[in-house]
Nanobody, 112 residues
């Protein structure tokens, strides 16, 4: 069955970096664009970044442009989110998504 498993979350100080990973299985990974979403406490889930099937195209929420980078490896069936210059407002549960399939999320907490 389809599985999306996120990892790499944790506690980081403001200005720090984290790299999230999402391992995909159960579907033809290279046929699907991938997305990262996040949901902060008391807020709606929001789109953070998209990447096309080949990885040739990406897009970002304005709030993370210039700080976050999405990438993928179609051999390893992985998608990544490199997060730099983290701010307290980046604190959220981060999810990867393909089509209508969601991972379970990984917690990112930015705090001193």
């Amino acid at each position: 069955q389809v599985q999306l498993v996120e990892s790499g979350g944790g506690l980081v100080q403001p200005g720090g970096s984290l790299r999230l990973s999402c391992a995909a299985s159960g579907f033809t990974f290279s046929n699907y664009g991938m997305s990262w979403y996040r949901q902060a406490p008391g807020k709606e889930r929001e789109l953070v970044a998209d990447i096309t099937r080949t990885g040739g195209g990406t897009s970002y929420a304005d709030s993370v442009k210039g700080r976050f980078t999405v990438s993928r490896d179609n051999v390893k069936n992985m998608v990544y989110l490199q997060m730099n210059s983290l701010k307290s407002e980046d604190t959220a549960v981060y999810y990867c998504k393909a089509y209508r399939w969601w991972g379970q999320g990984t917690q990112v907490t930015v705090s001193s």
